[in-house]
């Protein structure tokens, strides 16, 4: 096809800023000196400052992390083992039901998730006492189970393309199943791992609705102290606060993939280093 | 003892243990959790704590909340209103997001890479925060609002002018938010589809006397029905169950059905009746997610 596709370019051009806008227009109003947050009063940057001195901001980001720290960390464990199950185990007793456990929370509504998590930490604390309050531990245990099936769909992409022989020949050479496990297979999916942990990560930090179920009195997550402000309209400090946020994200997100490139050009460059060396 | 369990660990306790662990989990987490909320969809709504109970003579038999999701208007139009909202997200999400995934495909190597990497960037971004960067672009003295306003009223006569567009709190706004913050979900899959496609089918119709639009339409996009499917249930499924975006920018005179089971269980302490909701809703999501399913088994079996 010799003709520009003219059409296509415009589309994607109104497309792109389709997406962008919005978040372009939110970072120019924080920094809006008026404290109507829709009325342009002149450049500021006392959202940012009065910001830097909220407790209240800080402490739910530090909650917010520690949440999400733990509960990417348990639920790419967990993920990953089941990953790694059901690419490689073939059938075993109770597949269909384990299958159906990985796929559903992907599809079930968060609200939900969130309400059912909610009558069991309640009716759990009734029958044996735990959980004694709702809170930290009650945040982690849902985030947990929402994030690993990610983790997971992502380790068994992984597994399905990763090539067996590497297995079967460590296990020629007498590896134990185990020590197979750990010295092949966990460090070939690596990059899957770390994207699952990746996701899980994100996935707490940034979750809302399951979050403002399983929460107790005190345990307020940056996303909550947001849809709390947020429910009552839209504010400069929030445009701040939000602009920090996906500016921070933004980076990250560039950083991780111009280095994920390079390494994986490196690695193709080895590979072809390598076949070249063994002829 | 020692050496026993290093043999069974040996030989299939390895296997157990990584099978057994999530597999526990997941009972216990989420399917018990679910069941508990099926089981309370036929329970009593009391003033107790926890408000619910089991009477009666048959205790598991009871299906009043049942039948009033059935017969109660209001639950009938919330589902309604959900199903219409997201189908028309979908729909839209399809009608913007298939141009602009043909379209990366046919940009140079080197901007496709940035541009992939510009669809995905939002999804990472905190999902609440682009909800609420539509808020202020939507509300009434908003620069985008205004710019709107102008226009309309410099095209239309004088007698329909208006002070502002009401946007905010509407369906309309509730389907441009969906719309906004699930296109990547239909881009990225559609572009899965059509990036695999190879383009010396496309030389052949052209050659063969077709034009540019009989070649989309009678090559391209029979091709691309796989991505379709998948990407229209990416989009549909989470946003006929969302919460907050007709919570943020909705009709509250005319909820969707995640903001009336929010709003059942949180202020009305109406279990029964939430989790009679939350039943129905997820037996009309099994017919999505079993023609997602199809496709996919479909897609994967011709790989």
Not at chain 2, 92 to 109: E, Q, T, W
Not at chain 2, 139 to 159: A, E, K, Q
Not at chain 2, 277 to 302: D, N
Request: proline content about 5%.
């Amino acid at each position: 096809m010799n003709r520009r596709p003219v059409f296509l370019i415009t589309v994607l051009c109104f497309g792109f800023a389709f997406f962008y806008i919005p978040i372009l227009s939110m970072i120019v109003y924080s920094f809006n000196a008026s404290r109507l947050a829709t009325v342009w009063g002149g450049f500021s940057t006392k959202w940012y400052v009065s910001l830097m001195s909220n407790r209240q901001v800080i402490e739910a980001l530090m909650l917010s992390l520690k949440i999400a720290l733990v509960s990417a960390t348990i639920a790419t464990i967990l993920g990953t083992m089941t990953g790694i199950t059901l690419a490689r185990f073939g059938k075993f007793r109770g597949r269909m039901l384990f299958t159906g456990l990985v796929t559903a929370p992907l599809i079930m509504p968060e609200v939900i998730t969130g309400i059912s998590s909610l009558i069991f930490f309640i009716l759990m604390a009734d029958w044996i006492g735990w959980p004694g309050s709702r809170g930290f531990t009650t945040i982690t245990l849902a985030h947990i189970t929402f994030s690993m099936v990610f983790v997971s769909t992502i380790v068994q992409a992984r597994m399905l393309q990763a090539d067996r022989a590497i297995e079967e020949a460590a296990m020629d050479l007498g590896s134990r199943p185990w020590q197979v496990l750990f010295d092949v297979t966990l460090p070939v999916i690596s990059p899957a791992i770390l994207s699952g942990w990746l996701l899980a990560f994100t996935i707490s930090l940034d979750d809302v609705v399951i979050t403002s179920f399983t929460t107790g009195p005190g345990a307020t997550t940056l996303p909550l102290l947001i849809w709390s402000k947020v429910k009552l309209g839209v504010t400069p400090d929030i445009n701040a606060l939000a602009t920090l946020m996906v500016l921070t994200v933004g980076m990250g997100v560039v950083v991780a993939g111009i280095v994920m490139n390079r390494a994986e050009a490196r690695r193709r460059a080895d590979e072809r280093m390598a076949y070249r060396s063994n002829d | 003892m020692l050496a026993r369990l290093s043999r069974w660990f040996d030989r299939r306790g390895w296997a157990d243990i990584l099978i057994g662990a999530p597999y526990l989990w997941l009972l216990i987490f989420f399917l018990l959790p679910f069941l508990i909320v099926a089981a309370m969809s036929l329970g009593t709504k009391t003033p107790t704590a926890p408000p619910i109970s089991f009477g009666g003579e048959y205790p598991l038999l009871n299906w009043d909340s049942y039948a009033r999701v059935l017969g109660d208007g209001l639950y009938l139009r919330a589902f309604l209103t959900s199903l219409a909202n997201a189908g028309l997200a979908m729909v839209l999400c399809l009608l913007i997001g298939y141009p602009m995934a043909l379209g990366l495909c046919r940009v140079s190597n080197g901007w496709r890479n940035i541009l992939l990497m510009l669809v995905i960037l939002p999804f990472w971004t905190s999902f609440l925060l682009r909800v609420y960067a539509w808020m202020g672009l939507m509300g009434r003295n908003s620069w985008f609002n205004r710019l709107l306003t102008d226009s309309w009223n410099l095209l239309v006569p004088v007698d329909w002018a208006v002070k502002s567009v009401p946007m905010m709190n509407t369906n309309f706004a509730v389907v441009l938010v969906m719309v906004y913050t699930y296109l990547p979900f239909m881009i990225l899959p559609l572009y899965a589809s059509l990036e695999r496609l190879d383009p010396t089918l496309d030389e052949a119709a052209m050659d063969l006397g077709s034009r540019p639009f009989q070649v989309f339409r009678d090559v391209t996009l029979p091709q691309s029905v796989p991505g379709i499917v998948a990407g229209g249930m990416l989009v549909f499924i989470p946003a006929a169950g969302e919460l907050v975006i007709p919570t943020l920018v909705g009709d509250a005179s005319s909820p969707m059905i995640g903001r009336l089971i929010s709003d059942e269980f949180s202020a009305a302490r109406n279990w029964p009746m939430a989790s009679a909701v939350a039943v129905v809703l997820l037996l009309i999501m099994v017919v999505p997610t079993m023609i997602y399913s199809h496709y996919q088994a479909k897609a994967e079996g011709s790989k």
